[in-house]
């Protein structure tokens, strides 16, 4: 019977889901965690699987070099950097991913993060149970700014799926949309205007990070790209934690420059104790749970179950080393990404729209 081993499964499934689809497929073999940093651990794992599903674990070339029954390597995820896929090429492995399962979650936490800058709702409402507006002399109180986000420019660095649907939610709160970093479509037209990275840095009231990490995009935000920007912007990023030089937006945090930030992300996870946002004022942190919606878990299972079916099938759906396979439909990326600044500008990245969890 083919072998299967899923070796991080806690994260995509707590408890409230069931991996019965993916056993209907082999002999389940089902890991909460596994240490990541542990080759050999990883490989004794797999050991003579064919197939084996990863979130977070890496695949190495080390590790496909010792799993010789490995065919099929199943990502529960959209970012599929943690495995060699050259190796996995090399080695005759198909590789999978799961595109799409989480674009309206990643919307919704994004605004979430926004509001919350905005309304500090929750600083109010442990106030409020401290007894403080119990004890207030008025009929109301508040301890920061509160801002209106109607009339204000939200700028959207990278606007595939994950930015449209956040461009759509700044319009419904009567927000001008700016993007860049992807290519102009019919339907992003219909959002936001399409403009240059300054124009939309010096422009935007908000800029919110929807754009994937490759080198050419990683630290994007930095002292150089935070000085175009407005003094008193708030700074999203649901999208990947090393877009941002995190010194760098400590630094424009405590000095006011820029008057808070939202992350969900952060350049190592879990976050390190010694990163300087941790520390950082006006800066609202929340540890990767844009996706961890039931539904988006739901449909990345499901997503996973058709994936391994199709492989099972011998016609693979969602490859992302397609060489593999000739003929398999493979990942497709939304748009490009190509982030461009005006004509003194210096940043130009290439890589795809919108590369969640």
């Given amino acids: 019977m083919r072998k299967i081993v899923v070796l991080d499964g806690y994260t995509e499934n707590p408890g409230d889901l069931s991996w019965e689809g993916v056993a209907a497929f082999g ?51 959209t970012g599929y950097n943690v495995v060699d896929t050259e190796a ?39 106030a409020v149970h401290e007894g403080r507006w119990t004890s207030c002399p008025d009929f109301c109180f508040w301890d920061y700014p509160l801002m209106e986000l109607s009339g204000k420019t939200m700028g959207f660095i990278g606007f595939g799926r994950i930015g449209r ?66 003094d008193g ?14 010194a760098h937006l400590a630094d424009a945090l405590n000095s006011g420059k820029v008057y808070a930030a939202g992350v969900d992300v952060a350049s190592t996870e879990p976050i390190r104790a010694d990163n300087p946002l941790l520390k950082a004022a006006n800066c609202f942190i929340t540890p990767h749970i844009s996706w961890g919606a039931r539904e988006s878990r739901l449909r990345l299972m499901d997503i996973t179950v058709a994936n391994l079916e ?22 497709s990326r939304d748009t490009a990404c190509v982030i461009e600044t005006d004509a003194d500008g210096g940043s130009n990245a290439a890589g795809a729209a919108d590369v969640r969890t």
Wanted: a negative charge; charged letters at 25%; proline letters at 4%.
């Fill in 310 to 331: 199709a492989f099972v099938k011998g016609e693979p759906i969602n490859v992302v080393n397609a060489e593999v396979v000739p003929g398999a439909v493979s990942y």
């Fill in 88 to 126: 996995a090429s090399e080695a005759g492995v198909v590789v999978t991913n799961i595109p799409t399962y989480c674009t309206e979650a990643v919307g919704q936490l994004t605004f979430a993060l926004l509001l919350e800058i905005c309304c500090r709702v929750g600083h109010h409402d442990r």
């Fill in 27 to 77: 002999e389940l073999t089902v890991y909460d965690r596994t240490d990541a940093g542990d080759e050999e651990l990883i490989a004794r794992r797999i050991g003579d699987a064919e197939v084996v599903v990863t979130n977070k674990t890496p695949i190495t070339r080390g590790v496909v070099e010792r799993c010789p029954s490995l065919r099929y390597v199943s990502v529960i995820a």
């Fill in 233 to 246: 912007v708030i700074l999203i990023n649901t999208a990947r934690g090393a877009l941002i030089d995190e």
């Fill in 165 to 230: 649907v956040a461009g759509r939610l700044a319009r419904a709160f009567g927000m001008r949309a700016l993007a860049c970093g992807s290519r102009a479509t019919d339907e992003g037209r219909a959002i936001a205007e399409y403009t240059d990275l300054d124009t939309l840095l010096a422009s935007s009231d908000v800029v919110s990070l929807h754009a994937p990490l490759t080198p050419s995009t990683e630290c994007l935000i930095n002292k150089d790209t935070i000085a175009k920007m407005k």
